[in-house]
């Protein structure tokens, strides 16, 4: 009899433990999902039902006048396309000097390994600072040009942690001892035997950097000046901070009266923030599988 009250205290118990975890996690998703969820319905919402309050849940008064706007405003596909470039040049960079930082590091006959790699973790922990950065890529005659967004980041050395223990503990010695009996030197093993077999930490290192400069605009802050050379997310700050978007400039707009420019000027700010995550959204499920191994293969820094 007691081992079957102690039996039901314990499901009673867990059940209680249940429903409080799973009340819990509602309330989170609720509490990261309502608000994207918002900026969808608000960009296809009517402008003065968002500038009143009344959208919600649902959108009201469905249209797409934001992002006729939006396709009407030049400056935002210059954006778009610099940012574009900047993702795809940069991360390829990234890739490189990734690669090449980490695979020697790997290898146990690379004698100073342990002397690069405390080198290179004491720059994780202590940096230069923000106006020594700045004079160094002015010195290099990098302010104001496309380089500004890709040279200065072009290794991150946790990435290079990362690769380098992926390396380590995926690519054994003896595939190295077996290629180079077969007449394959280091250059020829990294390149037709660590690379294809790394495919999976490739993908995830190559999604950090690329997330990482799709999102970036302190970088175009700090060094570029140039309108033409501005990524997408500089456009979006000074739209959500300042309301730089000039309405009169857009075509095919009904903009006569300050009130109804303001409230679209509202629905825009939504409709900018999607066009700038949809991309990021449309890869990321593809690359997801390979996140919780790198997650883990991250989580080992030896």
């Not at 690379?195 to 997330?211: C, D, E, G, M």
């Not at 799709?214 to 175009?220: G, L, P, S």
């Not at 978007?245 to 825009?268: H, P, R, Y």
Request: proline fraction near 5%.
């Amino acid at each position: 009899m007691k081992n079957n009250g102690s039996r039901r205290k314990f499901l009673r118990s867990d059940r209680v433990f249940d429903v409080v975890n799973v009340a819990v996690m509602i309330f989170m998703v609720i509490l990261f999902v309502w608000p994207l969820w918002f900026v969808v319905i608000a960009s296809v919402s009517d402008p003065n039902q968002v500038w009143s309050g009344n959208v919600i849940l649902w959108p009201k008064g469905f249209t797409t006048v934001a992002y006729e706007a939006l396709a009407d405003y030049s400056m935002i596909w210059v954006g778009y396309r610099n940012t574009i470039i900047y993702t795809v040049v940069g991360t390829l960079v990234n890739l490189v000097m990734t690669v090449c930082a980490a695979y020697p590091l790997s290898r146990k006959d690379f004698m100073p390994r342990n002397f690069f790699m405390v080198m290179f973790m004491i720059t994780m922990y202590f940096g230069g600072g923000l106006i020594p950065t700045y004079l160094v890529v002015n010195s290099l005659n990098l302010i104001n040009t496309p380089w500004a967004m890709v040279i200065p980041g072009a290794c991150s050395i946790y990435n290079v942690i990362i690769m380098r223990t992926y390396f380590i503990n995926s690519i054994p010695h003896s595939l190295q001892e077996a290629a180079e009996l077969d007449g394959a030197n280091a250059f020829q093993f990294l390149m037709k035997v660590v690379l294809p077999l790394s495919k999976p930490i490739i993908a995830v290192v190559a999604l950090y950097y690329a997330v990482g400069h799709w999102n970036d605009f302190y970088t175009a802050l700090l060094y570029i000046n140039d309108q033409d050379l501005l990524p997408l997310q500089s456009f979006l700050r000074d739209i959500l901070m300042s309301n730089k978007m000039s309405l009169n400039g857009m075509q095919g707009l009904d903009a006569a009266a300050a009130e109804a420019k303001m409230q679209l000027s509202q629905t825009l700010k939504y409709s900018v923030i999607i066009v700038s995550t949809v991309p990021v959204l449309c890869v990321y499920p593809f690359i997801q599988k390979y996140f919780v191994k790198g997650i883990m293969i991250g989580s080992v820094k030896g």
